[in-house]
């Protein structure tokens, strides 16, 4: 069982409900129970206690909480209703705590407004501890037992509260009891130290005080009872008033209306006071002010007659503090409204901190609003924080950077390695002011798409049912777990709802893609070591190197990676045997290429050109092929490609070649071997087309990554999977998928130059955040979608297995980004500049 992460109705109440109705019977941890969600027979039943009914508690609760404070009955019920109403009681509150409590919400709104962003449950949950602990245990901040200790310790203390009473180690329940004997112990020992003290008056009457003076009249007052008295009240204080204000200021924040009538009614007791010429005024509300304020009455639960709406219990138990809690929550709401401006801002969610997340965050700070970034590591530079040593860049870094934010120029070679590429990511992030927004060690595990809205997502026209980013019947749940603690149950993990997600998760992380293979010919019968290059690329150097070292190492694969680790293993043990496939490299177009291609959407003119040009195109491409073959001893080796280079740049399958490769393949440190399929035996590998078996001591599988399953699976319905499945990447403008609404995808399309093309995207996607741009209906995206998805794929033909934006057209698809966007697309001085220059990231510099 775990604690509810959302404020509707948990489902399995809600699945019990459709089915036999408001109430029911059902079992609980074991224990037979009936559940009513029926305002009536609720507000029945708590009139009914003592009478018809019987206070109880779940195993846990009682056990943490002590059911002789919690369910006191009679006299013992009497005496400490009596005790809480004389220090937080209406007399109290009128003549001394009301100008406290508006002094305490004032400096901690003003400390929050210096702030970037506040987790306004955390924080208003330690304003009220403060206020409370200090009222109760005439607690300060220079006293020796620590605030946060306390503090940290009932966070998270309902997940004990609904568990199974189990007292052992690593079950909620033994965490939660945990927690709680630390809070108890410093408790008891203030309570002790009064105890001691003369006349039990050591620190002026406070709470303590009284029940100190107390046990010496009454008999049931213990040491230990006072003791979970004291931190029952805290507890009850310190979570409830908090998530109250919480929702509240949610509430305030989806409905304007409301919002406006609280503020006008707030603004009317100061103006009122400026009229009356009040002397005082200056000294903040005073009772009747509190007690005038009608509109904030009956909505806050003061004087609610609606049975569905009980904010302080009912009945006999009706609680004592809760004149308190209105009052605060009341001084709460006027500072706010009065000296504030509430505005909504929308939230945004970047899942990933790599350069995707990096420019998402940017674009969107720069058009006003303010994204909270989440990280799963705890350092940001996605694949580039977890690479091998020999890595470089495989794209020249004039087309690997940002359009305002050039490479230093201490960087000289056109590839650099993955040491100053992460360095000048982590350089950019710091430019920009980034850091601040990302939490990092937070791992979304899951999104969750909510709304009030019975409307189904199928029959809507346009996106989202509005056409627009934001909805103000929908929203995301992201579901983060602490990285640092992935063993922790689901209880610990935090739910955030926000108003639009975009997820820069990326295509080359997480999820390995292991081959099949026939039974007993698998990695298990090897006689050795079997590791996905994911794995050894997260290995410190030193533990690589002992790794491999005499070792015979085979790796298997073809792309980036592979050729990579290949040389780095053959760099450090030259012993090694590598088994790789190469492909070529990048080269750069212009628009006058683009004319040779055939485009989407393109008018019968440009057709019939793309027609009459495109043998230039195949006798380019052919001559790169020979250059290449000419350069590279492919045929040597058994290594040319069965593709054409045409093709093989269409689907952006290239790889920069590590330096000496060839050469390193001379002097025998690296041996080439070109298969279609292997498996496993005792001694290594057998490879297709041989009779004797590769040996390997181990073997390290560069087969890439399972991105489609990574993308669905971190959806929660099953609906929005299916939008996934089944094709590379069917979203708009490589970035919105027209089914699923409130929801970006940056960095999953693949490009020649990942950096380049995305940050289009993301100024485009800001662009659609903020309103200066329209998408077309559902339908008409679907339509754009599939005539790419028919252009990728003739381009491409069989080696189209993801989306890719073909280095042949890229310039073209900026083209279509611009002119959304109304800025001009043609970014070049002159004609011919225009027509032959290569386009690079600072020719967009000035799209913002």
């Known amino acids: 069982m775990v604690t509810a992460n959302s404020i509707d109705i948990h489902p399995f109440v809600k699945e019990r409900m459709s089915r036999y109705g408001p109430v029911f019977k059902t079992s609980v941890a074991g224990r037979s129970i009936v559940v009513s969600t029926d305002p009536d027979v609720n507000n029945f039943l708590f009139q009914q206690e003592g009478k018809l009914v ?26 400490l209703r009596h005790l809480v109403m004389s220090h937080f009681g209406v007399e109290t509150l009128k003549n001394r705590l009301l100008p406290q409590l508006e002094r305490a919400v004032n400096q901690r709104l003003q400390e929050w407004a210096k702030q970037p962003e506040v987790q306004l449950k955390d924080q208003t949950a330690t304003m009220i501890f403060e206020f409370t602990a200090k009222h109760m245990l005439s607690y300060e901040a220079e006293r020796s037992w620590d605030q946060e200790n306390i503090i940290g310790n009932l966070s998270n203390f309902l997940e004990g509260l609904m568990s199974f009473p189990l007292r052992i180690p690593g079950t909620a329940f033994h965490r939660c009891r945990q927690r709680q004997q630390k809070v108890i112990k410093v408790i008891s020992e203030i309570v002790e130290e009064r105890m001691k003290s003369s006349n039990g008056n ?64 707030h603004e009317e007791i100061v103006n009122k006071r400026r009229r009356d010429g009040n002397p005082g005024a200056a000294d903040g509300l005073v009772w009747e002010e509190y007690r005038s304020m009608n509109f904030t009455h009956n ?47 929308k939230r945004i969610a970047i899942v990933g901190a790599g350069i995707s997340g990096l420019m998402a965050c940017k674009y969107t700070l720069e058009k006003g609003f303010s994204p909270i970034v989440f990280e799963a590591r705890s350092g940001l530079g996605g694949v580039w924080s977890q690479t091998i040593e020999s890595t470089k860049l495989q794209t020249p870094k004039d087309f690997y950077q940002f359009s305002d934010f050039s490479w230093p120029p201490a960087v000289q070679g056109t590839y650099p390695d993955h040491t100053q590429v992460l360095e000048y990511i982590q350089a950019y992030a710091v430019r920009f002011n980034i850091l601040p927004r990302i939490k990092f060690n937070s791992k979304v595990t899951c999104i969750d798409y909510v709304t009030s ?84 690329a997260a290995m410190d150097d030193d533990v690589a190197t002992a790794l491999i070292k005499e070792k015979r190492v085979t790796v298997v694969g073809f792309q980036k990676s592979a050729v990579d680790i290949a040389a780095e293993v053959a760099t450090k043990n030259s012993a090694s045997l590598c088994f790789s496939f190469s492909r070529i490299h990048l080269f750069c177009l212009n628009r006058f290429t683009e004319l040779m291609v055939h485009k989407p959407g393109e008018g019968f003119f440009m057709w019939l050109l793309a027609v009459f040009l495109s043998p230039l195109l195949w006798i380019f491409s052919t001559s790169i092929e020979c250059y290449l073959k000419f350069v590279y001893p492919l ?147 679907e339509e754009d979608v599939m005539e790419w998805e028919k252009c990728k794929r003739s381009d491409a033909e069989e080696s189209h297995g993801r989306s890719c934006v073909s280095t042949l057209l890229q310039i073209y698809f900026n083209d279509q980004l611009c002119k959304d966007m109304r800025c001009n697309s043609r970014r070049k001085s002159g004609f011919l500049a225009e027509l032959f220059e290569a386009y690079c990231p600072n020719d967009y510099k000035a799209v913002s």
């Open 299 to 345: 909505n806050t639960g003061s004087n609610a007659k609606a049975k569905n709406f009980m904010a302080f219990g009912g009945g006999n138990r009706a609680c004592a503090g809760a004149e308190f809690s209105k009052v605060l929550m009341a001084v709460f709401l006027h500072v706010l409204v009065t000296k504030y401006r509430m505005e909504r801002g």
């Open 635 to 781: 045929k040597k080796y058994n290594m040319v490609p069965a593709h054409k280079f045409l093709k093989q740049i269409s689907s952006c399958k290239f790889t920069v070649l590590p330096a000496n490769f060839y050469d390193r393949v001379k002097d025998g440190s690296l041996y080439l071997k070109k298969s279609q399929s292997f498996s496993f035996c005792k001694n290594g590998l057998m490879v297709q087309g041989e009779s004797r078996p590769l040996q390997s001591d181990i073997v390290i599988l560069a087969t890439g990554y399972k991105s489609e399953e990574k993308l669905k699976n971190i959806f929660r319905s099953n609906f929005f999977r299916k939008c996934i499945s089944g094709s590379s990447a069917p979203f708009y403008r490589e970035c919105i998928h027209p089914r699923i609404p409130q929801l970006a995808i940056l960095g999953y399309a693949d490009s020649p130059s990942i950096l380049y093309s995305t940050e289009m995207r993301s100024k485009w996607l800001a662009h659609f955040l903020a309103g200066n741009l329209v998408l077309p209906t559902i339908r008409k995206m």
């Open 453 to 536: 809205s019975d409307a189904d997502l199928l029959s809507w026209d346009l996106w989202g049912g509005s056409g627009e980013p934001f909805s103000p019947s929908g929203k995301w749940h992201l579901t983060v777990q602490n990285a640092q603690n992935p063993s922790a149950s689901a209880a610990t993990d935090q739910v955030y709802q926000v108003d639009f997600v975009i997820l820069c998760i990326g295509r080359y992380s997480d999820v390995p893609n292991i081959p099949d293979f026939p039974l007993n010919k698998g990695p298990e019968v090897l006689n050795g070591q079997v590791l996905h290059s994911m794995d050894y």
């Open 54 to 79: 019987e206070m109880w508690y779940m195993d846990s609760f009682a056990q943490l909480l002590r059911q002789d404070t919690t369910a006191a009955s009679g006299y013992v019920h009497k005496y």
């Open 202 to 265: 050591g620190c002026g009457g406070d709470f303590v005080d009284q029940m100190v003076e107390d046990m010496r009249t009454e008999t049931f007052l213990t040491k230990e009872f006072a003791t979970h008295v004291l931190f029952g009240i805290l507890l009850a204080s310190f979570e409830t008033i908090s998530s109250t204000i919480a929702l509240a200021i949610n509430y305030l924040s989806d409905h304007p209306s409301f919002l406006q009538q609280l503020t006008e009614e």
